[in-house]
């Protein structure tokens, strides 16, 4: 298999991204004091920050890759909307794919930071599911995006905008026309995305789905898969085992894939670009064992750094042929 001709298609694909989309805000500075008013830190504010965030930031990760990514999402019909739409423009994101709704509020997580501390996040969000007219107007556009897209990805972060009534629909379309479809579940919709090309939870997001105390080895995973597509139908699952790697079963082949060593500096954001890389992966025609190696390596090199940070195609790249060369 030749990975520079894989990796040059990335730049032939559109991927649509539908689920939660949000803002993560950010607010750093220095602590040299407590309040005399309570026990809490005194922060002293330098900086401010906006970026996307939740399904905005498996846009970045899908941009960063080479591929075209369109989100398809049910934000507040307020500010913090205008912002997110700043923010798209900014990253030069289509925004064709974003419903406004005056009955829900647009997600955004402050977090304050002393120096390299988090100190504390406060988060001021819609959790209920999307109304009928909502999802109405999401499936409409999901349906147009859905004409020119080579994969899309379902991302719950369980706000709301994916339900059990509209996930079906939205499958049964991409299926309609041959799309493949993967999957970044949370607890909420757990089981309901029948028919799904590739489902990937975390472990703690699996042992939760099927209430199983599952061990993160081969022997436990490829049974815990087995009732898994028993029970929703899926077709292939890839589970994310942080420091252990990833395990994934692909046409009923198994790998356990362990993770490379690396300085890790901050978790954040390694699931969206795990997320991310399966997707191209798999619009690209890499094997699932290839897909799950390429993946894994992308969740570690973003947790070597700080923030949530998109890893480019190239980093990526270049860290394949450095380790896979052979």
């Known amino acids: 298999m030749e990975i520079q001709e894989k990796f040059a298609q990335f730049n032939q694909l559109k991927v649509v991204i539908v689920g939660d989309v949000m803002i993560d805000s ?7 004091r407590i309040s005399p008013e309570a026990p809490v830190a005194v922060v002293n504010l330098q900086k401010r920050e906006k970026r996307l965030g939740g399904a905005g930031n498996v846009a970045l990760n899908i941009k960063a890759l080479g591929a075209e990514p369109f989100l398809c999402s049910v934000i507040g ?17 289509s925004s064709q794919g974003i419903v406004r709704s005056p009955a829900r509020k647009t997600t955004i997580k402050h977090r304050v930071l002393g120096g390299s501390q988090h100190l504390l996040r406060i ?11 909502e999802s109405a107007k999401l499936l409409t556009v999901f349906e147009e995006l859905a004409q020119k897209a080579d994969v899309i990805i379902f991302q719950d972060y369980d706000k709301g905008v994916l339900t059990a009534e509209n996930i079906p629909l939205m499958l049964g379309i991409a299926q309609e026309k041959q799309i493949p479809t993967v999957i970044d579940p949370k607890k909420r919709n757990f089981k309901n995305y029948r028919g799904a090309t590739l489902f990937k939870p975390n472990l703690k997001e699996l042992r939760e789905g099927l209430d199983m105390n599952i061990e993160p080895n081969s022997e436990s995973l490829s049974q815990a898969i087995e009732i898994l597509k028993e029970e929703t139908g899926i077709e292939n699952a890839m589970i994310t085992l942080s420091e252990d790697g990833v395990f ?3 046409n009923s082949d198994n790998q356990l894939i362990p993770a490379h060593k690396r ?3 901050d978790v954040s954001g390694a699931g969206d670009t795990v997320i991310s890389v399966a997707a191209v992966c798999l619009a690209s025609g890499f094997s699932g064992r290839w897909l799950a190696e390429i993946a894994n390596l992308g969740g570690g090199l973003v947790c070597e750094h700080a923030g949530v940070v998109p890893i480019s195609k190239v980093e990526l790249e270049q860290e394949v042929l450095k380790i896979f060369k052979s």
């Not at 988060?123 to 009928?132: I, L, R």
Request: glycine share 2%; aromatic share 8%.
């Open 26 to 32: 950010y607010l750093w500075g220095k602590v040299e």
């Open 77 to 93: 019909d307020d500010s913090d909307a205008q912002l997110l739409e700043d923010l798209l423009n900014k990253n030069q994101i």
């Open 123 to 133: 988060d001021s969000e819609d959790q209920h599911p999307v109304q009928a007219n």
């Open 248 to 250: 994934i079963q692909y």
């Open 263 to 265: 300085e890790i500096a």
